[in-house]
C-alpha cells in the first residue's frame, strides 16, 4: 500500500512513542526523518531516527552513543538559527530524537542551477550561518558537516542550520575519533581528510566553501572523484572569487582565502572573527533592533502555505517567531499557551506581557523579553500590529495628544526613549505614568520602574530631562 507521496507504508511505522508519523521527510546515511505530529499538544514535529543497521554488530553500541552524544550536543544549541531539539526517547530498540520542524527551503535548493545568489543574500545567509556556530562553539560543540543541504532558509528571511548529527563534544574523550571520517567531501576542511582532529576551525571552512558557492556558482574545489578532490583539497590554492564572478567586491577576495586556508592556524579562529570581517566591509545594509543588535537581512524566500492553525486578526510571522523563542524557554507548550494567550489579548503588547509572566526564572524571562522587543520592533519580518477590523487603522506609535501637566513633545521624547527597554508597549506605559506624575522628574521615575535590569533603569534615568 502506497500513501499520497508515493511512499510504501510498509516502510514507515505508523506512530513513535505519541507522534503520529504523517510522511518521511528525508533519508541519509545515519537514519531517517519523518514529519511526526503530538496530538497532545497540536503540534507537527520532525523525528530523526537512526537505522537499525547501524546497531548491529560490534560497531552498534559505537552508533548508539554517537547518537546519543548528538542529542547532548544539539540539546546544547538554543540558539534562534539553530534547530532546536525538543525530546529524545528509544522505542522498541530505536532511538529517535524529536525536533522543531522548520517549513523553509534548503539553500542548496537555490544553488541546483549553478548560478550566484545576489551578493546581499550571500554575505546575510552567511553571518547568520556564524552566528549559530559562534553559539554551538561556545557551548563546545563542532558541527563538522556544514553544507548547503544543513542550511535552511526561512520565509521571514531568517537562516535555520540544521543536522547537528555528527556534532562533537570537545570536552567528550569518551569515544575514539581515529579513523573516523565525517563529513560531506566537498566541505570538509583539510585536516578531515588527512584524519586529524577537526575543530571549530573546520566548521569556519565549510562555511567559507558555502560562501564561495554562493558567490560564484562553483566550489572552489572539484573532482571527478572523491580521490582527485581530496588532492585539490590539500595541494591546490583556492581561485579567486573574483575570476569567477567580476561582479564581486575585490575585497571578498582576502577573506575567502583566509578562510579556506590550508592550516586550520591560517583561517579565522573564530566565527566571531569571520562574522565581523563580513561585517566590517559593509557589502549589505544593516538594521540595528530595539534591543541594540545588528540584523543583515536576506531577501525573502518563497512563503509556505500558511499553517491551518493560524490565527485570524493576528499576524502569522509575528505569532511563529513568538513560538519560536518561547519553545526555547518552555518547550512544546509555548504553542499551547501562546494560542490561548492571543485569544485573550488585544495587541501584541499585551501578549507579550502575558507570555513573560508564565516563564518562572528572571534570567530567562528577561531575555525573552529583549528578544520579543526585536521581534515586535519590526526588524525580523512582518508586521507587528493586530489586524483591526472595521476599516479603522492601527494606532499610531507616537503620544498623540497632552496627558496631565506635561507637553506632548517631552512625552514623546519619553515614549522613544523607554521603547528602547520595554519595545512598543512603552506608549500604555508613558500615558500611564503622566497622568499620575507632575514633573519631568517623576515621570521618568516611574516610567524606570518597568524596566527589567538595574543597568537599563539607570542608563533610562541618566536620560531625564533637567
Given at each position: ?7 510504501s ?17 528525508g533519508?541519509g546515511?545515519?537514519?531517517?526523518v519523518?514529519?511526526?505530529y503530538?496530538e ?15 546497531l548491529?554488530g560490534?560497531d ?6 554517537r ?10 544549541c ?10 529524545y ?6 532511538p529517535y530524537?524529536?525536533?522543531e520542524?522548520v517549513?523553509?527551503r ?6 541546483k ?5 545576489p551578493?546581499?543574500n550571500a ?10 556556530l ?27 542550520v540544521s543536522d547537528?548529527?555528527i ?11 581515529q579513523g ?24 569556519i571552512?565549510?562555511?567559507g566553501?558555502?560562501?564561495f558557492?554562493?558567490l560564484?556558482?562553483?566550489?572552489p ?7 582527485e578532490?581530496?588532492?585539490?583539497v ?12 567580476p ?35 559593509r ?6 533592533t ?5 540584523l ?19 499576524d ?16 512544546p507548550v ?29 534570567p ?9 522587543r526585536?521581534v ?20 499610531s506609535?507616537q503620544i ?12 514623546e ?8 527597554y ?19 522628574q517623576e ?8 524596566i ?7 542608563a ?5 530631562p533637567?
Amino acid at each position: 500500500m502506497a500513501t499520497e507521496s508515493g511512499e510504501s507504508t510498509t516502510t514507515r511505522p505508523p506512530q513513535i512513542s505519541r507522534y503520529r508519523l504523517l510522511r518521511t521527510l528525508g533519508r541519509g546515511a545515519m537514519g531517517v526523518v519523518y514529519l511526526g505530529y503530538d496530538e497532545a499538544i497540536d503540534r507537527q514535529v520532525a523525528i530523526k531516527t537512526i537505522h537499525r543497521t547501524l546497531l548491529e554488530g560490534r560497531d552498534g553500541a559505537e552508533w548508539l552513543e554517537r547518537f546519543r552524544r548528538e542529542v547532548r550536543a544539539a540539546g546544547r544549541c538554543l540558539h534562534p538559527n539553530i534547530v532546536t531539539v525538543f525530546e529524545y526517547g528509544e522505542e522498541t530498540g530505536v532511538p529517535y530524537i524529536v525536533m522543531e520542524y522548520v517549513q523553509g527551503r534548503e539553500l542548496r535548493d537555490y544553488l541546483k542551477d549553478r548560478q550566484p545568489l545576489p551578493l546581499a543574500n550571500a554575505v546575510a545567509v552567511t553571518v547568520q550561518v556564524l552566528h549559530a556556530l559562534n553559539h554551538a562553539h561556545a557551548s563546545g560543540v563542532v558541527h563538522r558537516d556544514i553544507k548547503p543541504g544543513n542550511i535552511i532558509l526561512l520565509p521571514d528571511s531568517q537562516v535555520k542550520v540544521s543536522d547537528f548529527g555528527i556534532a562533537r563534544v570537545e570536552a567528550t574523550s569518551g569515544m575514539t575519533q581515529q579513523g573516523m571520517t565525517v563529513g560531506t567531501p566537498a566541505y570538509m576542511a583539510p585536516e578531515q581528510f588527512s584524519g586529524r582532529e577537526a575543530d571549530r576551525r573546520a566548521d569556519i571552512y565549510a562555511t567559507g566553501v558555502v560562501l564561495f558557492e554562493m558567490l560564484t556558482g562553483n566550489r572552489p574545489f572539484a573532482g571527478r572523484g572523491a580521490g582527485e578532490l581530496m588532492y585539490k583539497v590539500l595541494n591546490d590554492p583556492p581561485p579567486r572569487a573574483t575570476t569567477l564572478n567580476p561582479r564581486l567586491p575585490s575585497e571578498l577576495d582576502a577573506v575567502l582565502k583566509k578562510a579556506l586556508a590550508k592550516a586550520p592556524e591560517d583561517r579565522f579562529q573564530s566565527a566571531g572573527e569571520f562574522i565581523a570581517i563580513l561585517e566590517n566591509l559593509r557589502l549589505v545594509e544593516r538594521e540595528v533592533t530595539a534591543d541594540g543588535s545588528t540584523l543583515i537581512r536576506v531577501a525573502p524566500v518563497p512563503v509556505p502555505e500558511s499553517p491551518t492553525n493560524a490565527l485570524p486578526g493576528w499576524d502569522a510571522t509575528l505569532l511563529s517567531q513568538t513560538e519560536r523563542l518561547l519553545t526555547e524557554v518552555l518547550g512544546p507548550v509555548a504553542r499551547v499557551l501562546i494560542r490561548r494567550t492571543a485569544q485573550q489579548v488585544s495587541s501584541p503588547a499585551e501578549l507579550l506581557q502575558q507570555l513573560a509572566a508564565a516563564i518562572p526564572g528572571e534570567p530567562e524571562r528577561l531575555l525573552f523579553q529583549r528578544r520579543m522587543r526585536g521581534v515586535m520592533g519590526g526588524t525580523l519580518g512582518g508586521s507587528i500590529s493586530r489586524t483591526v477590523t472595521g476599516g479603522s487603522s492601527a494606532p499610531s506609535s507616537q503620544i498623540s495628544a497632552p496627558v496631565g501637566s506635561l507637553d506632548q513633545a517631552m512625552l514623546e521624547t519619553a515614549r522613544q526613549k523607554l521603547a528602547v527597554y520595554v519595545g512598543p508597549i512603552a506608549k500604555v506605559l508613558v500615558k500611564q505614568a503622566a497622568a499620575q506624575a507632575r514633573t519631568p522628574q517623576e515621570l521618568y521615575q516611574r516610567l524606570a520602574e518597568h524596566i527589567p535590569t538595574a543597568n537599563e533603569r539607570s542608563a533610562f534615568l541618566k536620560q531625564t530631562p533637567g
